[in-house]
């Protein structure tokens, strides 16, 4: 650490009235954060909730969260006031009463159910809130239908006071402190974890809140934010310590750690690259552009925020550009590809600076979802930009009524070209996330709905069509009327990899390519992809196969604080992710920020690349596989396709379960499964591979046991 930077985080003797400063019968101490001893209990939960009673000096402890669902609710989302078995122990919900038996069994609606407790995971990040609780997980067919759902959570207090909660539900809402109604709200609407704005009035002691979630069809969540005055700084450092203590799976490998932003800085990243010396600068969605000091420590607690531009207009994207005379910024801001020079070429980072329009050559219209999303350079250094279709109704249709929307596009920065955009591609949706590959090549992402099966990653190829067909009224020899005039759809040109849905996502956001030669674990050469949606970072295994690329998608890291929306190396070679969720919405606690993912220098058991073959698929792991990995049953494949439709997405269709006739080693690290079919063609078939028992040489299992390849084609 910078020894110039208070130090919020610090190391401290061991003093055994820790525990009852925190409320806690045994506990052992570690360390001073935010100057309150710091206190390990039992769970990550409860070690969080009373840090921060301690260090707000709010003295409320939040319990757990339970819920108990489903329960029969047949007039849907609006009949909030059907009252279930629940509301008849109101009662027992009285400030100081003993709050509802946690024990009892319920008949539900397909059922006897009884509460559970949600998972801690949920709780990653935040100042004792939590991400979404899902009301549908766990739950088979309609059961998650016209349904009702019950969420318990007990408050401690240590004296009479008021506290600030925001909570939000998919779709109607009830809620009670105490037996008294604090929120109503028979709607039918997505989750907005704002969306109501509630004082709590808590009495001294224990205090109880029961909410109810009433359900049509979709979506059906629940999420309270809490409004807690914790300073960013002592908080990473707090989840720093956190994930010390109580480590997930994951973070054995890779550990997350939080960069804190000011109070005053909305950390809505739309951009985001790296200095010369490797400090972060990112582009926020609010119009400014920042450098960010101190990002490398852990904690970060000493971290400065150096505003150098402000005024654009939701800059989705930033590439920071070096040269003899120092750096320049190029965003993408709605309208057009910008350069943000000034005189010193940013040396100090504090004096006036210009903008300059490269090129506006793009249209738009005013409507809010034309985004441009870039830039990143291909390989001969030249801008590519995306532009996002319009969204032109009140579902989920997207279109466009001037051209250019749909498109891929090209930018040269420098020569005799520069700033003339010429088409790369036509027929994209909401292509996020774009960048290069493998061998040079550019890819893109593209986020399920209307043509779209689901999240996909292609390969960007000059003058291809990659299926939305908004764009086809502006494409040479089509026009508005091509329907009519019988013309035929162009050829699709169909993706690299598609991500099932929810199974690997729900909105593909950012790409990086693993170029670290190895600083970064064991996927050099491979393409990391974010998901907005779900917090997550994937990763992904292309191959070419009669000269088309194809691969296979992996679980990589969860757990992230906010949407992942963009990706950058760091020059240790960790990866910076920046987040946002406004519009957007994510399952992660937080509204947006920066993290940072660490490799710890262990190399987890993972399936490395996955080979397709024309009988099978050759699986190649990160280390020495036992000889489990050849018993009968530890494999099972299956697979199936998608429909190319005007509808928002499409479910898995045709989907078959694969006979293995076989097992072979082919190396200490490599194992051959044959099939018995192989199937191809149309958009292609999605092969689910679920490793279930796979173990190392040492017995160390798989991290992560599910793989989905996308087959186009079969090699020769």
């Known amino acids: 650490m910078n020894a110039k930077r208070p130090r919020l985080w610090q190391a401290c003797a061991p003093l055994v009235a820790l525990a009852a400063t925190t409320g806690a019968a045994t506990g052992q101490e570690l360390a001073a954060i935010g100057g309150r001893l710091y206190v390990k209990l039992a769970t990550r939960a409860e070690t969080r909730a009373a840090m921060v009673a301690s260090l707000t000096g709010s003295g409320v402890v939040w319990g757990p969260w339970f819920v108990l669902r489903p329960f029969d609710q047949p007039e849907g989302a609006k009949r909030i006031d059907l009252a279930h078995e629940p509301e008849r122990e109101l009662s027992r919900m009285r400030a100081g009463g003993p709050g509802p038996d946690l024990a009892r069994r319920y008949t539900g609606k397909s059922g006897e159910i009884g509460w559970t407790r949600v998972e801690e995971r949920n709780a990653i990040g935040g100042t004792g809130g939590l991400g979404p609780i899902d009301l549908r997980e766990g739950l088979e067919g309609g059961a998650a239908e016209f349904a009702a759902a019950y969420a318990y959570r007990r408050i401690e207090a240590d004296r009479d006071t008021t506290a600030m909660i925001g909570l939000g539900s998919d779709d109607g809402l009830r809620a009670w402190l105490n037996g008294q109604v604090v929120v ?55 989840d720093w310590q956190l994930d010390a203590d109580f480590p997930d799976e994951e973070s054995r490998f890779y550990r997350l750690a939080t960069i804190p932003h000011p109070r005053h800085v909305s950390a809505e990243v739309g951009g985001l690259d790296v200095m010369p010396d490797g ?60 350069r943000i020079v000034s005189p010193d070429g940013f040396r100090g980072l504090g004096g006036p600076v210009a903008f300059e329009t490269i090129c506006d050559g793009w249209q738009i219209t005013g409507n809010y979802h034309e985004y441009a999303f870039g830039p990143k350079l291909d390989a001969q250094g030249e801008a590519r930009v995306n532009l996002n279709l319009a969204h032109i109704d009140a579902e989920t249709t997207m279109g466009t009524t001037v051209p250019t929307r749909g498109w891929s596009v090209r930018i040269p920065l420098r020569g005799p070209d520069a700033g003339r955009m010429s088409k790369v591609a036509d027929g994209l949706r909401s292509p996020d996330g774009i960048g290069m590959g493998p061998d040079g090549e ?6 399920q709905g209307d043509y779209v099966a689901t999240n996909k990653l292609c390969h960007l190829k000059e003058g291809a069509f990659y299926g939305h067909q908004a764009s086809l009224r502006f494409r040479e020899g089509y026009g508005k009327d ?55 970072v994937f ?14 998608c992996f679980p990589f890291r969860r757990g992230l604080a906010s949407g992942v929306h963009r990706l950058a190396w760091g020059k240790d070679g960790s990866m910076f992710v920046g987040m946002t969720d406004r519009g957007w919405g994510s399952t992660g606690p937080k ?70 006739t076989s097992v072979e080693r082919e190396g200490p690290r490599s194992v051959r499964l044959r099939l018995d079919e192989m199937r191809h063609g149309g958009m292609g078939y999605v092969y689910e591979l679920k490793a279930v028992g796979v173990a190392a040489e040492d017995g160390e299992a798989l991290l992560h046991d599910r793989a989905y390849y996308t087959v186009q084609r079969l090699p020769e």
């Open 184 to 238: 109503e709200a028979a709607v039918e609407r997505a989750l907005s974890p704002g969306e109501h704005r509630v004082a709590l009035r808590l009495r001294k002691g224990v205090n109880h809140f029961l909410a109810k979630v009433t359900q049509g069809k979709g979506e059906w969540s629940i999420q309270m934010t809490l409004d807690e005055s914790l300073d960013s700084a002592v908080e990473a450092a707090l």
């Open 279 to 338: 400090s972060p600068a990112l582009s926020t969605r609010r119009g400014e552009v920042y450098v960010v000091d101190g990002a490398y420590e852990t904690p970060a607690v000493g971290t400065s925020w150096r505003r150098i531009a402000r005024g654009l207009q939701e800059p989705l994207g930033l590439r920071v550009i070096g040269g003899r005379d120092g750096v320049e910024f190029v965003v993408a801001q709605r309208g057009e590809l910008t």
């Open 442 to 447: 550019m890819f893109y992402t593209d986020n």
């Open 482 to 536: 091509w329907r009519a005039e019988g013309k035929p759809v162009p050829e699709v040109t169909w993706p690299a990899v598609w991500f099932p849905y929810k199974k690997m996502g729900q909105s593909a956001s950012d790409i990086l390519l693993d170029d670290r030669g190895g600083a970064f674990g064991p996927f050099a050469g491979q393409v990391f992809v974010g998901d907005q949606t779900t917090c997550e």
């Open 539 to 552: 990763r992904v295994f292309l191959e070419r196969v009669g000269g088309e690329y194809q691969g296979a």
């Open 591 to 660: 509204r947006e920020g920066l993290q940072r993912i660490i490799w710890t220098g262990r190399t987890p058991m993972e399936i490395l690349a996955m080979r397709v073959r024309r009988d099978g698929f050759v699986l190649e792991f990160t280390r020495d596989v036992g000889e489990g990995a050849l018993r009968p049953g530890a494999f099972g494949v299956s697979s199936y396709t998608y429909e190319y439709h005007p509808q928002y997405g499409s479910e898995e269709k045709d989907t078959r379960t694969h006979a293995i």
